[in-house]
């Protein structure tokens, strides 16, 4: 409870004694070319190759002739966007710029950078936090659609290649029993999780104390703590949503 806490009181922060607006206008566009541009890569190449595999396990399992073939790639489809890429990739976006965040502010935190913005009048928590968690909540819904767009392609590729089923079949069950709400419900949680991920890893950063060792585990803890965050919010966030 009392890193809790600690945790509030450090997200207060962020908006007492700002800078002026064109300064993070600059600063967020910086970080979200680091947290959304340098993502894309690893996102698109995870995507693609989780559709193919959950194409062809959904297609191992419902091996019954009294299933529709169509029913593969609805399988798919909703696997993809209410679990698959909002879940799975925040768990990647987690290690890679979860860990990156807190790295960075742990070494400013070691090296007395942060100290001297604060000396300077400065709001450090405000100058160096707000733009990533601002950059984290604009890039990281963007990296869900086209994870989510990805994946069900790397589906319909996959069972052309692999001849689990045409891709009539797989277009037609891609359409099939849609609900635009399953949408919205990703979109939600891809807010969400992109919070949790930016305001946590700049938290164990911000904080470190100590040397190099301390930024190292700092940067285990801002992934482990994100991960244990999407988690429980993607629980809730089914219950309260779904349930």
């Known amino acids: 409870m009392e890193q809790f806490g600690k945790f509030l009181l450090f997200l207060g922060q962020l908006f007492v004694r700002r800078e002026n607006f064109t300064t993070y206008v600059r600063l967020t566009v910086d970080e979200c070319i680091k947290v959304g541009y340098n993502s894309l890569f690893i996102v ?8 193919a595999v959950t194409t062809i396990q959904t297609a191992f399992n419902l091996v019954s002739p009294l299933i529709p073939a169509p029913v593969i790639s609805l399988v798919v489809r909703d696997m993809t966007i209410l679990e698959l890429s909002p879940t799975i990739i925040a768990i990647i976006y987690a290690g890679k710029v979860g860990s990156n965040i807190a790295g960075e502010l742990g070494t ?6 942060i100290d001297a913005l604060e000396v300077m009048g400065i709001n450090a928590t405000s100058y160096l936090v707000l733009p990533k968690i601002v950059a984290s909540i604009l890039m990281y819904p963007m990296l869900v659609s086209i994870s989510g767009f990805l994946t069900i392609f790397g ?64 940067s285990t803890a801002a992934v ?20």
Do not use: P
């Not at 698109?44 to 559709?51: A, D, W």
């Open 224 to 243: 482990v703590s994100s991960c244990i965050g999407v988690l429980l919010a993607d629980y809730l966030l089914a219950q309260l949503l779904l349930g």
């Open 155 to 218: 589906g319909y590729v996959t069972s052309l290649v692999t001849g689990v089923m045409t891709g009539t079949d797989y277009v037609i069950g891609i359409r099939m029993e849609f609900f635009e709400f399953n949408i919205y419900f990703a979109l939600i949680k891809a807010f969400v999780f992109a919070f949790l991920i930016a305001s946590i890893s700049a938290f164990k950063g911000y904080f470190t104390s100590g040397g190099a060792l301390e930024v190292g585990q700092s």
């Open 44 to 51: 698109s190449i995870v995507s693609v190759f989780m559709g």
């Open 108 to 113: 400013m935190r070691i090296t007395e950078q």
